[in-house]
C-alpha cells in the first residue's frame, strides 16, 4: 500500500480516533482484558483525553485516500526522581483489520521513534495484552524487548 499518508492528527481527527480507540478495546475486552469499560472512547471523558494527547503529546493517524484507517498516541513521560532516563511511550495504537499486514504499524512506529528522536528521548517502552500474542510478536519484530511483567490477582468473592 505505497498511498498510505502518516500524518500529525489534528482536533477535526478526534471523532475518528474515538472510534479506532473503541474497536481496539473492544477487540482488547473481548479476548484479554474483561476489565476495559466499553464505549469509555466516545465519551467525552475519552473525546477529551484523545483532545489533549493532541494537543499536548503526539498522536498520528495512517490515511488512504484521505480516510483515517489508522493511529498512534504516544506520549513523553516525566522522568521520576527514582529514574534515570525518560521514556517515550506507545499509549496505543490501532489499525483496521483490512489494513494490517502492510506496513502500516511500522510506519507509525517509525514516526514516533522520529519524534522522540528529535526530543532527545533514546528509549520507548509499550504495554500489550500478555495473551495478545499478535501484538507481541508485532512489537518484537519492530524493535522491542521483554522488560516488566505484570502480574494480577482477583480477591473479590
Sequence with gaps: MENIVIRKAILEDVSYIQNLNNELFKLEKENYDTTLVLNWALTEEGKDYFEDLIKNQYVIVATL?????????????????YEEIQYGEI?????????????????????????????????????????NKNAIEFYRKNGF????????????D
Design 65 to 81: 485516500e484521505d480516510k483515517i484507517i489508522g493511529y498512534l498516541a504516544g506520549s513523553i513521560n516525566e522522568k521520576g526522581s
Design 145 to 156: 524487548d521483554d522488560f516488566n511483567l505484570t502480574l494480577t490477582m482477583n480477591i473479590g
Design 91 to 131: 499509549n496505543n495504537m490501532f489499525i483496521k483489520e483490512d489494513y494490517r499486514l502492510y506496513g502500516i504499524g511500522k510506519k507509525l512506529i517509525n514516526n514516533f521513534k522520529n519524534y522522540c528522536r528529535n526530543n532527545n528521548i533514546s528509549n520507548l517502552k509499550v504495554v500489550a495484552s500478555s495473551k
